[in-house]
T-cell receptor
Framework: AQSVSQHNHHVILSEAASLELGCNYS??????LFWYVQYPGQHLQLLLK??????LVKGIKGFEAEFIKSKFSFNLRKPSVQWSDTAEYFC???????????FGTGTRLTVIP | GAVVSQHPSWVICKSGTSVKIECRSL??????MFWYRQFPKQSLMLMAT?????????EQGVEKDKFLINHASLTLSTLTVTSAHPEDSSFYIC???????????FGPGTRLTVT
């Protein structure tokens, strides 16, 4: 069965620190990959997505993620976080054609001013 | 654009009663809507997928007679939790997608508490 792992449950960083959140999935076939963010009190919003092509994808608000097929990973990065990045981050995987998202358990990011 | 709303945002009901949750796409036509359930500190679990005018497709382990889904129009889907029990208490989130987009737009969620 499809599974998505986010190893970091809660990450605390100071402003301007670099961020990397891990995401690994178990499905061996072709996948579409997503990172969603949920700011406090708000709904899930798409940060970025990978369908095909360049494995380094850039999203909104300075976020990027790299798809490494051999490692079944899709880690999220940002070179310099801001206090406003405090939120819950969810990795999601979809088997191509199904549009059924399997979510990781989420990583809570707290950025200290 | 691509706004999805849910109503109510929270609801408390007594055990044995039924509760209906609405999901609306406000500025686009959603050919497909999805219903998720989220337990505290856990990930979103897909419950079912519904296409406008068709019966919903339920994920394994989800009781279709308990969680009734209707997608009667391109802008509205409803989830009815029938004969609710305390273990049904959860956060229910819907999302919507268009026929030509692989992106799902999420609603703000509905918190259900069954007493």
């Amino acid at each position: 069965a499809q599974s998505v792992s986010q190893h970091n449950h809660h990450v605390i960083l100071s402003e301007a620190a670099s961020l990397e959140l891990g995401c690994n999935y178990s499905y061996g076939g072709t996948v579409n990959l997503f990172w969603y963010v949920q700011y406090p009190g708000q709904h899930l919003q798409l940060l970025l997505k990978y369908f095909s092509g360049d494995p380094l994808v850039k999203g909104i608000k300075g976020f990027e993620a790299e798809f490494i097929k051999s490692k079944f990973s899709f880690n999220l990065r940002k070179p310099s976080v801001q206090w406003s990045d405090t939120a819950e981050y969810f990795c999601a995987v979809d088997q191509t054609g199904a549009n059924n998202l399997f979510f990781g358990t989420g990583t809570r990011l707290t950025v200290i001013p | 654009g691509a706004v999805v709303s849910q109503h109510p945002s929270w609801v408390i009901c007594k055990s044995g009663t039924s509760v209906k949750i609405e999901c609306r796409s406000l500025d686009f036509q959603a050919t497909t809507m999805f219903w998720y359930r989220q337990f505290p500190k856990q990930s979103l679990m897909l419950m079912a997928t519904s296409n406008e005018g068709s019966k919903a497709t339920y994920e394994q382990g989800v009781e279709k007679d308990k969680f009734l889904i209707n997608h009667a129009s391109l802008t509205l889907s409803t989830l009815t939790v029938t004969s609710a029990h305390p273990e049904d208490s959860s956060f229910y989130i819907c999302s919507a997608a268009t026929v030509d987009s692989y992106e799902q737009y999420f609603g703000p969620g509905t918190r259900l508490t069954v007493t």
